[in-house]
């Protein structure tokens, strides 16, 4: 799964390797009435355990999911290779993202000839001059939303095809985080800029990060400190870094964010690039969080850094999206779960470093418990990426896949609010129901989710390489195996479990359908396996 | 895209497709939907066996549906049930060529070839403005009392961008961020399928009551309107009902009885399961989205009951006719139609704006009166709203460009007749603009507050006085 061609090379050696444990089923979950507390240890899981499943898991949510090649290879790794691929990426080659991918100067500062032309024409009272410069204004609106949505389906299609899945879903993190709306700044090519700031620092130091983000202009602009003055200072980005990107409410007072919005006055940009406007900076005295002196916006990190809630936040947030939605009402999980994340923060507030976090939360016994797995419910973009990666589908259209995804509650680069996305069970409702259930038809026969038949993308999936990886990946599931042993497999592999609540209507479909799993009905029956609530989970 | 960014003024009504109407002629009554979700999971139980067989929460919502049809009310004369219809005019209308200032002679200086000439304008009594005249079934609702008229409409500091613009109307904010302002409606009354049938937590099983089944908005159009997405609800959006459903088994017709059993098989599930599991989650809303499909596309494939004209928006409102009729608990619906962008060739009393007016005023006077034969108009208030209008003088194109403060439309038995507030000055330009004289929050406050007894305040986020376009009901 390293490679641009996917799967390839994991498919020619499939069949001669016999993965440990990979053939056996694990046992049925049972009713979640009564069952035990996940465990709350960090130790890491023993390289015996690591089975189809465990890799299964830890790919869709280190990842977008994958091939049943592509989690064969990661079983046969073993854990320890598997999270050396997925968290040290950088040794993974991957196209560069350069600064010349979008263009920079769509939406520019007015040149000193164009502000002089249109003083004049305002001063003269010319109207066809002004309705002129009207007129170009809106053209370069269009044209820059032209781009937003280009810049859009390229980082879409970048999570398709990326050989470093975790890098990519640690730049959705942030973005979700820090979120931003084009919406708001109409600038796509500070979108892309603050794009390409998240994957530069995606599993670094979140103080890096944090320091960075304060001189990101898509940020600046969008919590308006670009408009903040000394005289006046605007406390919009003080309020939402500590509340939302690094303390959490109640770690700090109103008295905190007065003084931070003054050590941001100044942090400014010019065009595409931060700019330090000293004189427009208050140099004077402040006290923020128990720091003194004549701090500025490096110091106004630095104060927060120092916060023990800044260590406890991250890692929280952290591990909501990649471990479990917390908390979740039921007393001895949230238990667990609290014990994880502080034995984490207690370790991550001495260095910041995300990747040696991410290391420990997902090689731990806790990660891999039975009720942590499969209750995931996917987010849009993790649905659609996810069904490419895993199912081999075509890639089809991607104004549609962005389409499905914006009704389906995510339009990457237009997060809600500041807040960014609410994730878990806000996406779903029964509108978005049909919509995901919908796009899955879309991916597998090229049918449109919505509109005329006339537009359909007839490329035909071609079920022949996902039933062979299926049966090299899960030898049950080989054209020997009893119905029963290949649609246990299949379940395996596409809903995370062999015992779905539909199974016996998948069992009767597969009856009436000729008996066994083949190339003529695997893709009905994907049909009916992504309409299950179990394809909504990871 | 969130509907408010690329929005082409256009997209809405071009993609609409094909009518269904004739697919199939069964009636459909206010009783039906009480027995929809049994039916689903076996029509042939009895209440008492459904309470074996079937999850709990299913059967307290069966029983716990009203048995009393549109008419139900507890004031004589005060229907409870109130619908709102919000009819978006993409593109910028230009509101000078469709309330026509009478008499005005800067209007005809400023639009030598375009202005509509007074001898044409359609008198409404003895109002100072009169309407285009292709708005022939303005004229009709005007005449019965149906139509009022709010003039210059705008916010300050208007922006010209439509994308701007309409995303202002939509978050009701004028910095265009936030959730939509029927969004937060819904949001704060909690209600529908979104948050108060399936997105709750545990332990709302008990509290599915009949408030809980008010649906979601519905929006007929291809993207769900950025008004009507909230933070917890989200509206129903599809352009034709018949894609309100799972397309696996339009792409081949035998994996239908499949699909239905596995949405029963997650249902049973979901009434066993103690506790709440994800998986439970998804189950109900599964199976809510299916009952749910299955009430709208069994609404709108009903005989239609009268002729509407043509053109898409005419087919949108029968719809939402359709939909009304079958008594859905649907309080939101959005139509909306475009195509008026005119910086070129306009036209006057003929021509391509003409068309556009005289559309709308058409199909919602043929909606009214399919409303009144339903006996439902009394509990339908329409709201008619454009981005922005345009500016007063004429381009070099026989067109007009972007501007500012333009009419509002408010339609029903509930409205105050007539042209209430006086035609924004002429003379007192803005920079070639119209001054706005009423803020457009104040018509969403007296909707909000006046007919959908809602607390204004809270919705819009600030005080607006009520527009005083409602009678008092």
Redesign the interface.
Known sequence: MFNRSQGKLESRQAGSVSPGGAGQVAPAAP???GRRPPTPSLEPLAASEFTFDHARHLIWRAGFGGSPAQIQTLTRWGLDKSLDMLLNFEKVADEPVGPELFKADVIRPRTQDERDRQRRAARERD?DTL?EF?LKV?QR?RED?DQ??RIQQWWLTRMVETPRPLQEKLVLFWHGHFAT????IEDSYHMFAQNRLFRQHAAGKFSELLRAIIRDPAMLAYLDNNDSRKAKPNENLAREIMELFALGAGNYTERDIKEGARALTGYTFRDDEFYFDKPNHDTGSKNILGSNGGIDGDGFVDAILRQPACATFITTKLYRFFAHDYPT??KPFDAAAGRVIKDLADRFRADYDVEKLLRRLLSSRHFYDGRLR????KSPVQLIVGAVRGLRVPPRDLGVL??AS??M?Q?IF?P??VKGW?GG??W???????VR??LM??LL?G?R????DGLADRERFDVTSLLRELGDALPNAGTSASSKEQLDALCRFVLGTPEP??R??LD??IADRGGALSEKNLG?AL??LT????Y??C | ??S???RVASDWSR?L?GWWMFASSTMFDAQTEAFTRRQFLGGSLTLAAASMAVPAFLQRSALGLPQAGPGMTSIPGVPEERIIVVLQLSGGNDGLNTVIPLGQSAYYKARPSIAIAEAKALRLGGEAVGLHPAMTGFKELYDEGLLSIVQGVGYPNPN??H?KSM?IWHTADT?????GWLGRYFDSECCG???G???Q??GTGASRDIKALVQ?GIAIG???PLAM?G?????????SAD??????S???KT?AS??E??TK??AG?AGE???????A???R??L??QV??DLIRKAVAAKPRMTYPGGPLAQQLQMVASMIHANLRTRVYYVSLGGFDTHAGQGGENGRHAQLVGQFSSAIGAFYKDLKAQGNDARVLTMVFSEFGRRVGQ?GSAGT?HGTAAPMFLIGPMVKPGAANGHPSLKDLDD?DLRFTVDFRSVYASVLSGWMKADADAILEGRYQPAPVLKKV
């Open positions: 009713p979640l009435a109207e309705a009207r809106q609106e939303r937003m949505r709306n084009y919406r708001t009402g039921d499969g209750e995931q419910i962005t389409d914006d009704r509650g339009s237009f809600p609010s609410d069970r806000s779903i409702n029964t509108s978005t129901m049909f259930q919908n038809v879309f026969t049918r989710p919505q509109g005329r609540t539909g016996a209507v009767k479909f009905d049909l009916l309409a299950m609530p179990e909504q989970l | 895209m969130a408010g960014e690329w993609y497709i010209r961008s994308f995303d910095t265009a961020t936030g959730d399928f979104g948050a049938e399936s997105g937590a545990p979601p291809r993207d769900a997405r933070r917890k609800v989200q509206p129903i959006a599809f352009e894609l309100f459903r799972w397309t696996g339009l792409e081949d994996l499949y699909y059993a596995l098989a997650d599930a399961v103690v506790g709440d599991a994800n998986s989650f998804l189950g809303t599964a809510d989205a749910s499909s381009n460009d070639g």
